[in-house]
């Protein structure tokens, strides 16, 4: 009996298009066991055709996408192009025709998901982006699926590869940033321009989305406060190591009362939690959830077989769907309509590093400037004293983001203090 075939196309042949490539042949021989069918990718779409392509049927290859928007035979669009146009609009004409789209493009989704899902819902599509955040990591069906029963109050995590490894060799063998992201672009983590990965830009994308699919409320990625790593020096990563810490670019996010609080930066965070442990380029997202209460979700966020591991699933959730007729089954899950905070309003803990004249009465002036903004020190330690200047260190309880930094505008002013280091916040 001639078993029956599901054709899908790709769009980019990259590093995740190629993952996806090698692993729809490798997995070719169980696939009639897992949805029923052959699962054949008929067409790729790339921008450079005549670009060598090792170990790819060339005859697949083509730069035209009416070809593949016209060919009613494919039933599934992998979109692993990346950034925001021509990916959007091809996305919508596809979801238009009909077609169902496997993509793992964060940047388009941060911004114009909703726009996306909708458009999916109204088709009767099914639109999967499991690879948008953190990789290889299972989080968007565990998020929309496994844990639906909770309300989820908390989802923070590691979310960038290359942050965490130039992180990682600060910490463990006093690297400094220039040489850490070196080694970590030689290793193909970072983007070819890294700037995403190191200010935070990357990682405040996946923040939105993460935060949307747990919340049931639309962030988008400029709710997201975002702040990279860039300023973090040796010393902070010295006073960590004295506090039992370690510093991790976090992606944070909680559901209060008042709204969503969510952004990204680099935090202080005790050795024993567990997302301390996560070291060199791997992912971690940490959820809590009311019934569940906490899990932790951890593995490879990128790299071409990881990241083509949640895109082949995602495929395969498709044709199952196709074979039991019940594709678009679900769709947007942002149902509420919960405000994002202000930034300013939201309130961290700090780790403060002040250069101060060593003079009688300045801490004392420093101290009252706190106390003046509403910021109550939780510890301080002088340190590096010489004669005429000395290092503050500060430590602060909860404070909103507004009294520090109306607390540190005043303190840049005073002739005592000639530089304010470090602004770091604390787990
Ligand atoms: P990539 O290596 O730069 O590959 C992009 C591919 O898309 C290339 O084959 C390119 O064609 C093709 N392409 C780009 N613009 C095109 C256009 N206008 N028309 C036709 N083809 C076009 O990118 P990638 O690293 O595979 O990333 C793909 C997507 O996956 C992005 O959304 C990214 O954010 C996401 N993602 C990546 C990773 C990762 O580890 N790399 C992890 C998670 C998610 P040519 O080959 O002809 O240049
Ligand atoms: N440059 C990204 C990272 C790749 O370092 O995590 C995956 O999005």
Request: some cysteine.
């Amino acid at each position: 009996m001639e078993s029956k075939k599901i054709k899908a196309a790709l769009l980019g042949l990259g590093t995740v298009g190629t993952g996806v490539y090698k692993l729809v042949h490798k997995r070719a021989d169980v696939m009639v066991d897992t949805i029923g069918a052959e699962l054949e990718i008929s067409k790729i779409l790339v921008r450079d055709i005549n670009k060598k392509r090792e170990g790819v049927d060339e005859s697949l290859l083509t730069d035209d996408w009416k070809e593949i928007l016209a060919d009613d035979e494919i039933q599934i669009v992998i979109e692993v192009m990346g950034g925001i146009e021509p990916a959007k609009t091809r996305i919508l004409e596809a979801l238009h025709a009909g077609k169902h789209v496997v993509t793992a493009n964060k940047d388009l989704l941060a911004e114009y998901g909703g726009e996306l899902l909708d458009a999916a819902a109204e088709n009767n599509c099914d639109l999967l982006f499991e690879a948008a955040v953190a990789g290889g990591i299972p989080i968007i069906r565990p998020l929309k699926q496994c844990l639906a029963g909770n309300e989820i109050t908390e989802i923070m995590g590691i979310v960038n590869g290359t942050t965490n490894y130039i992180l990682t060799k600060m910490f463990e063998e006093n690297m400094s940033f220039e040489e850490a992201l070196a080694k970590a672009t030689e290793l193909g983590y970072a983007e070819a321009d890294p700037t995403a990965d190191v200010e935070g830009l990357d990682a405040g994308r996946k923040a939105a989305i993460m935060s949307s699919i747990a919340f049931h409320s639309r962030v988008r990625f400029h709710d997201v406060y975002i702040e990279g790593i860039t300023k973090i020096t040796s010393e902070d990563i010295a006073y960590a190591k004295e506090f039992d810490c370690v510093i991790k670019m976090l992606g944070v996010a909680h559901n209060t009362d008042k709204g969503i609080e969510v952004g990204v930066y680099p935090m202080l965070l005790n050795k024993e939690h567990p997302l301390a442990s996560v070291r060199d380029s791997f992912n971690a997202v940490f959820v809590h959830g009311d019934a569940v209460d906490d899990a932790m979700f951890y593995g490879r966020g990128a790299g071409e077989l990881p990241t083509a591991s949640a895109v082949m699933g995602d495929i395969i959730d498709v044709a199952r769907n196709l074979k039991y007729g019940c594709s678009g089954r679900i769709s947007c899950t942002c149902y509420k309509e919960i405000p994002v905070k202000n930034f300013d309003d939201v309130k961290n803990k700090f780790f403060l590093r002040l250069q101060v004249k060593n003079e009688p009465g300045v801490l004392a002036q420093t101290a009252k400037v706190f106390g003046d903004h509403k910021v109550s020190i939780q510890r301080v330690v002088q340190k590096h004293v010489e004669e005429k200047a000395a290092e503050l260190v500060i430590s602060t309880e909860l404070v909103k983001e507004y009294h520090l930094k109306d607390a540190l505008r005043e303190l840049k002013e005073m002739d005592s203090i000639s530089e304010i280091s470090s602004i770091i916040r604390v787990y």
